[in-house]
């Protein structure tokens, strides 16, 4: 079945941004026009912040504002930008995903649990991807303030070994979470979506990667 993913979506958003090779050092300016509608966000209109630090943004706390400018910076038009989306999700055969948009907000964006397995095990292996997701709290200092953010995604403080994950939600798509997980040998990558709070969709993975585990571990969930 085919539903909404929410901010799953930044999988390929990041992915389709790296594979252009941009200079992540490079400084840029946050505009109106990426706040407008953005959401939650600690950036502010004129704030110059490095492309890097926008990727951490984007990724670990769904920061829709910063994903917003790393696709007007990648050096493609946004339709162009959505072409590569959708062309790439072509090339790794995801019959099931399309994509509209580059953040997730809106609900027309579908795809489906395998199709988001196999996105995130493409994502995730890229390097910068890979250190990204699995960094529990960042720190940086834009051109004018410093900023913290924190992963939102919970299981990076479970006893489980973490190689890559996102979190998503819009209220179309409830609770979203895909995470790949090394346990006890095994790599596996788990996926939830539609689940109905917050805490629901780790319970689920730490369930479901318990029942395919030859021992059963214990995730510690704050």
Known sequence: ATVPIASLTKLMTAL??????????????VTRAELNGGGHTQLRAGERVRLEDLLYMSLMCSDNVATRVLVRE??????????????????????????????????????????????LQVAASNPTIHRVTTTRSYEFVSATRPHQIANTNRLLY?????????????????????????????????????????????????????RTANVSVAAELP
């Open 74 to 119: 990648s050096g493609l038009s946004r339709s162009e930008f959505l072409e590569s989306m959708n062309g790439r999700a072509g090339d790794l055969g995801l019959a099931n995903t399309r994509y509209v948009e580059c953040t997730g907000l809106d609900e027309r964006h579908v795809s489906s649990a395998a199709d988001i397995a196999r996105v």
């Open 158 to 210: 479970s006893r489980y070994e973490i190689k890559g994950g996102k979190t998503g939600f819009i209220s179309e798509a409830g609770y979203c979470f895909a995470t790949w997980v090394q346990s006890g040998g095994k790599e596996r990558i788990a996926v939830v979506l539609g689940a109905p709070t917050g805490a629901t969709r780790f319970n689920d993975v730490v369930r479901m990667l318990q």
């Open 16 to 29: 389709v941004f790296l594979e252009l090779e941009p200079d992540l050092n490079r400084s840029v300016a």
